[in-house]
Nanobody, 120 residues
């Protein structure tokens, strides 16, 4: 059974940093590209970033380019998102997923996510 468990969220001041983790199970992790999405209050879920199977190629939404870094540890079946220079508009629930496209409509279900709140 596919399992994706996000953690690492919290309350942080603008300009601060957080590192999100996504521990996975139930599939061959290094066979899939992986992604982070987020859903801000009152907004649709959106793609944030994704990474190829080997962790060598990464892609970012314009809104997080240069501030966020996606990475993976295939030995530990874990996906990460390092978030720096956080802004209030980054406040959202963050979700990881096996990447099947940038549109959230491509995904049938989501994990619980982890809440990130950026506020002074």
């Amino acid at each position: 059974q596919l399992q994706l468990v996000e953690s690492g969220g919290g309350l942080v001041q603008p300009g601060g940093s957080l590192r999100l983790s996504c521990v996975t199970a139930g599939f061959t992790f290094d066979s899939y590209p992986m992604a982070w999405f987020r859903r801000a209050p009152g907004k649709e879920r959106e793609w944030v970033s994704h990474i190829d199977r080997g962790g060598e190629t990464t892609y970012y939404a314009d809104s997080v380019q240069g501030r966020f870094t996606i990475s993976r540890d295939n030995r530990r079946n874990t996906l990460f998102l390092q978030m720096n220079s956080l802004r209030p508009e980054d406040t959202a629930v963050y979700y990881c997923a096996r990447f099947v496209g940038r549109s959230p409509a491509n995904y049938g279900s989501w994990g619980r996510g982890t809440q990130v709140t950026v506020s002074s």
